[in-house]
């Protein structure tokens, strides 16, 4: 077995780093899962893929990972990912994303793995003055779960300066959206996000959907998201891995589709997909909501050659296919 040929996807029996092991799998790369199943999913694993069942808080978990499967990049998906969570809990997410982190940079230069693609979040930017907002913004998170994946980025900045680790940190929008097989998708608990939630409403009424303001200063009065397919999403982390396997600089890019939808605009195209009417409670707006956030994906455009190609039907359509398969 040739050494180094592994790509760890650390977190990828969660949603999004399940696509990305089918991805990876699909373009003859050799995926290795490691995993706590904190809030992911064993059956999202496919048949034949490595996994390991540990924890970053364990450097014994990650050298095991290492020894057993010898690896030249990791995909760092693993975190607690939940916003209010972090304000309620902190140290649950200082813990969780950045002690980890620190173990998983420290045991991957012990064994020389140099390469690393992290996903961080558009949380980094808070409330940003401009939109679509640039990799250049201003970076003040006003959460702790935004501060985590900030700090994160720090220390791999530094580790990478000290230490020749190369890396990309993707700062994701809102992702949304289910691999084209049906068999794998969003499924968190509890689930936060508005996809999913209004999804959900429509299978069972006691699954309730609320809308939280309808007063922001928008054309509806709903806040305004840039969603992207996750299928787009690890497209991109495919091209940042090549980006690094050719030797280029460490970098960051913002994933978003670049355009802006409003709550409204979402529960319009869920009606239109399903055939279904949305019925929803309005409750007023959650504190240090945003009223608009819109990626500038312009820098993964021209530097990773990254293209979306899903549209936001797109995005709704495989969501309720998975949403009724995993009833099923
Ligand atoms: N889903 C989104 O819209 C979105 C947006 C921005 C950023 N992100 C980031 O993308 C990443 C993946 O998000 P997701 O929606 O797939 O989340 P997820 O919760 O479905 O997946 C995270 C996975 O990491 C694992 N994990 C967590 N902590 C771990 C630890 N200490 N050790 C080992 N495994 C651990 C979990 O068990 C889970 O399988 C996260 O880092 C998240 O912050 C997601």
Not at 72 to 82: L, T
């Amino acid at each position: 077995m040739p050494a180094k040929k592994y790509i760890a996807v650390v977190g990828g029996a969660g949603y999004i780093g399940s696509h990305m092991v089918r991805m990876l799998l699909d373009h003859g790369y050799s995926p290795v899962v490691f995993d706590n199943l904190r809030t992911g999913h064993r059956r999202f694993v496919p048949g034949g893929v490595p996994f390991v069942k540990g924890n970053l808080d364990r450097p014994t978990d990650i050298q095991r990972l290492f020894e057993r499967y010898p690896t030249r990049a990791v995909m760092h998906f693993a975190a607690a990912s939940i916003v209010p969570e972090s304000v309620r809990n902190p140290l649950l997410y200082y813990h969780n994303n950045v002690s980890a982190c620190i173990h998983l940079a420290q045991v991957m230069i012990d064994f020389k793995i140099r390469e690393i693609v992290f996903s961080s979040t558009a949380a980094v930017y808070g409330h940003p003055k401009k939109v679509p907002i640039p990799e250049t913004a201003r970076l003040a998170p006003v959460n702790a779960y935004g501060h985590t994946k900030r700090m994160i980025e720090q220390i791999l900045e530094d580790v990478a300066f000290a230490h020749h680790l190369r890396y990309v940190f993707l700062r994701y929008f809102n992702v949304a959206g289910a691999h084209p097989s049906g068999k794998i998708g969003e499924e968190h608990r509890p689930e936060t996000h508005l996809v999913p939630n209004i999804l959900k409403s429509l299978k069972r009424s006691k699954n309730r959907f609320f809308l939280f303001g309808d007063d922001y200063p928008t054309r509806d009065g709903t806040c305004i998201r840039d969603y992207i397919h996750v299928q787009d999403l690890c497209a991109a982390h495919l091209l940042a891995l090549r980006h690094l396997d050719n030797k280029k600089d460490s970098d960051v890019f913002n994933l978003g589709s670049g355009k802006g939808y409003t709550v409204r605009q979402v529960i319009d195209m869920v009606e239109q997909v399903t055939g279904q009417p949305v019925q929803y409670t309005v409750k007023p707006g959650r504190e240090g909501d945003p009223v608009k956030l819109v990626a500038s994906s312009r820098k993964a455009r021209d530097v990773l050659g990254w293209m979306p190609t899903h549209s936001l039907k797109d995005m709704i359509a495989s969501a309720w296919q998975w949403e009724q398969n995993r009833s099923a």
